[in-house]
Every structure is written in C-alpha cells, then in structure tokens.
C-alpha cells in the first residue's frame, strides 16, 4: 500500500505561481514513477506531467516551459511547480504514483484556480 498526500492547491490569478507538493509514505520501495495529473469540470483527466525514480521528466505539451516536476528521494515527496498560470490551468490536481510491474495509487486531489 502506497498513501499520497497533497498540498499546495490554491487561488491565484492569472500569471501567478503555485508549488504542489505530494508526499508518499507506506510501501515507497516499489514505486517507479510519480506523475501529477488533472481533471478539469466536464473533461477527462490527463497528464500533466511525470517523473521516473530515475529522473527522467515527460510534460503535456500545454504546460512545457511553464511547469516543473521534481522529487526529493530523500523525503520520499514529487513537486509541481506550475509557473505563468492561465485560466484553463483551473482544474483539480491529482498526484499518482506508479509501481514497479503494474499498477498504481492516486492522491485525494488538490484544488488549483486560476482567476482571470
């Protein structure tokens, strides 16, 4: 079992910055990657952006050059930085955790708003 928890969700206006932060705990020895997704009211979740135990990044074009994903290894703890924020960014965030073999666990989710 893997536990997720989020913060750092917000309002902000429009060019603002917003740091999320998910920190996982239990049985971290298996994860793979991490990754921070987003659902937007009447849409479907998608990627936002990932990051394997290896460093290696992977963004949805509609945030490359905006936002920044991180982890701390130490602290066992995956970071959005989400910079230069516009109004269809408002959505709520999701972190998810991705297990060696198959499989994962998602975070309770984070609400980010970005006022125009």
């Known amino acids: 079992q893997v536990q997720l928890v989020e913060s750092g969700g917000g309002l902000v206006q429009a060019g603002g910055s917003l740091k999320l932060s998910c920190a996982a705990s239990?049985?971290?020895?298996?994860?793979?990657?991490m990754g921070w997704y987003r659902q937007a009211p009447g849409k479907q979740r998608e990627l936002v952006a990932a990051i394997t135990s290896g460093g290696a990044t992977n963004y949805a074009n509609s945030v490359k050059g905006r936002f920044t994903v991180s982890r701390d290894n130490a602290k066992n703890t995956v970071y959005l930085q989400m910079n230069s924020l516009k109004p269809e960014d408002t959505a709520v965030y999701y972190c998810?955790?991705?297990?060696?073999?198959?499989?994962?666990?998602w975070g309770q989710g984070t609400q980010v708003t970005v006022s125009s």
């Open positions: 998810r955790a991705v297990l060696v073999g198959a499989g994962g666990y």
């Open positions: 239990g049985s971290i020895f298996s994860i793979n990657a």
